[in-house]
């Protein structure tokens, strides 16, 4: 089975039956008003979907490997299968993946999305904190992931947030279970492999809480979605996401 980057992937649990993908819930709405549902049109032109989440007001934070066309960014969504009137619908301007995003390993999986304009800062919409330079997350810390992406045992999506709580694992979990796809200065490894109803129930893009700040971006895992999986590390792009933000 190989691993791969959770573009709206359906995770199936492994086998048949008794342990079901079932470890998250719906969330109380606009509790995560930072959060982001990112429709967008793949090279194959098919329409996929991804998380993200607000950091300034008119840049959102995402995974590289979300890039497409015709992408727009939905805030103060609860149910995205309604025209909520908490929701701010606004047209990316500019998608800017990291220079060193690489296909090959997955490394760097991280863009930020400049917006055609400000959010407007409400009760449903608000940013999300950045974690310091020096904010490190440890093995046995739990943190949470939400997403639109979740998905039972039997591949549903979902149409309202859900979240999940994960427990962040050794380096040494995931850089023997994705061999040379994980590089521990740069990503996170998160999930644990015994609790096997604890999967990414997040869209790629989305992200992972820790203490209330950004500490990490679903990036990559297995089809089956088993426990640990990668995210990239938000620490580690503190300067580039800076950069960009005042240069975009
Ligand atoms: C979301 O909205 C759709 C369309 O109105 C509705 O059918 C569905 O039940 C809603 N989902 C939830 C979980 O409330």
Redo the contacts with the bound molecule.
Sequence with gaps: MAPVLILMTFLLPRGAGAEEINGGH?VKPHSRPFMAFIPFVNDDGKRHRCGGFLVKDNFVLTAAHCRGSSMRVILGAH?I??REETQQIIPVAKAIPHPDYNLKDDSSDIMLLKLERKAKRTRAVRPLRLPMSNFHVKPGDVCYVAGWGMLGPKGKL???LQAVELTVQRDQECLSRFTGRYNKATAICVGDPKIKRASFTGDSGGPLVCKNRAAGIVSLTYTDGSAPGTFTRVSSFLSWIKLMIKHS
Excluded: K, Q, V
Aim: aromatic share 0%.
């Design positions: 719906e149910n299968s309604i979902p149409d309202t």
